[in-house]
């Protein structure tokens, strides 16, 4: 409950001749129209004479009286609460809104919203919308994924399958027929016997290369004709039933001594 009761009365002027000058109620005026509440008649009656017009007197209550400010509204917002029911702005400025004219022609009211906060009911729309967007992209990705990777395992399975049911073709290994000499051709290589120095003729050292053991006195060697690589005779003889070259330059006999 309010204290006092004081009588305002309330003047409607002009705004370029209050402008600076006094302080307005703002939600009783506009671009061209100042409101003004005194509890001064004088001030009433200086203000009547210039251009603006008393709107209403009315007693209003406040916390408490005014002192020394002439009853000029210099700070009503403590103390003249208004209200109406029409325009009802309630649901507006529930959700933060602004009652207001549509526009300088209309007399629509309308609510507006700040462009920081915004209406939450448009805000709730907007999220709702981009979740139904996400899952709307999400959802056709993941199932193309997933088929996309059946399709791969089954087609590698199957390619696995045919694979092992087919015959496994056997490639041929070459067969490679290894030609000796005769007895009667080795036997034409010339033999020799080894003496106290152990001295042997052409490309020779005094290790068989076929054995690796070294050559000793009195042992008999066999030499090849056509590379002059001589070796132990029992060594060299069951080489060349095998194989046709010496082991050592792989060179073959001439036809002379084959034949």
């Avoid at 390619?159 to 009667?184: C, E, H, K, Y």
């Amino acid at each position: 409950m309010a204290s006092y009761y004081q009588d305002y009365t309330f003047l409607s002027c002009p705004t370029q001749l209050i402008k600076s000058r006094f302080t307005p109620i703002d939600c009783l005026s506009n671009s061209t129209t100042s409101v003004l509440a005194s509890s001064s008649m004088s001030f009433v009656k200086s203000m009547s004479s210039r251009s603006c017009n008393v709107i209403a007197s009315l007693p209003i209550p406040i916390s408490w009286p005014v002192q020394n400010e002439g009853g000029l509204s210099s700070d009503l917002g403590n103390d003249l609460v208004l209200s109406w029911n029409v325009p009802d702005c309630r649901d507006c400025e529930s959700q933060g809104g602004m009652c207001g004219l549509e526009s300088n022609t209309s007399q629509e009211i309308g609510c507006f919203y700040d462009p920081g906060t915004g209406d939450t009911s448009q805000s709730g729309d907007g999220l709702h919308i981009f979740k139904i967007l996400v899952l709307s992209i999400t959802i056709p990705a993941i199932t193309s994924t997933i088929a996309i990777a059946l399709f791969i395992c089954f087609t590698e399975r199957g390619g696995r399958t045919t694979l092992m049911s087919a015959p496994t073709a056997v490639t041929p290994q070459p067969t490679i027929v290894t030609t000796g000499l005769d007895d009667t051709t080795i036997e034409s290589y010339t033999k020799l016997v080894l003496g106290e120095s152990r001295r042997l003729p052409g490309p020779n050292d005094i290790t068989c290369p076929i054995c690796l053991s070294e050559y000793r006195t009195k042992e008999t060697l066999r030499c090849i004709p056509e590379c002059k690589h001589c070796f132990h005779a029992d060594c060299i003889d069951e080489w060349l039933r095998l194989n046709g070259t010496c082991p050592v330059c792989r060179m073959s006999p001439s036809p002379t001594h084959v034949n």
